[in-house]
């Protein structure tokens, strides 16, 4: 089990971005026990929609507020700062834990499925000495 934040969860259950990057590889990387390349992404984030909102239905009708999401960032000094006081405002918890679910994640070869959605003739791959 590990915790991630409310804007974690959310971020992946609406396919809106609330949190840095580096915290959606993190989540996203734990649901599925893998090391994730930026191109894989999509993938783990519709496997491992479904596992949270089985543990978490709740956050499901978040997807309907995302127009209150879009005014508060609208009226917000900063963007982040919008985001901030949206997430607030929903009266959910700020913390929630996750298992790992490496068992059910199909692990593949990243060049392979890069090379199988690009075409093998647009994926180059260099090795640093």
């Keep these: 089990m590990k915790e991630f934040t409310l804007a974690q969860m959310l971020s992946i259950t609406t396919g809106t971005l ?12 734990h649901v599925t026990g893998d090391n994730l390349f930026t191109h894989v992404l999509p993938r783990a984030g ?9 543990v978490y239905p709740e ?21 982040e700062s919008g985001v901030k006081l949206w997430l607030k405002s929903l009266g959910l918890p700020e913390e929630y834990t996750l298992e790992c679910h490496k068992d059910s994640w199909l692990a593949m070869n990243p060049v392979a499925e890069l090379e199988s959605k690009v075409g093998k003739d647009k994926v180059i791959v260099t090795c640093a000495k």
């Design 18 to 29: 609330l949190c840095d990057i580096a915290e959606v590889y993190e989540i996203l990387n």
């Design 46 to 54: 519709k496997f491992a929609r479904p596992i949270i909102l089985a």
């Design 59 to 79: 956050l499901e009708a978040v997807s309907n507020k995302l127009d209150d999401l879009q005014d508060k960032i609208g009226n917000a000094t900063t963007p």
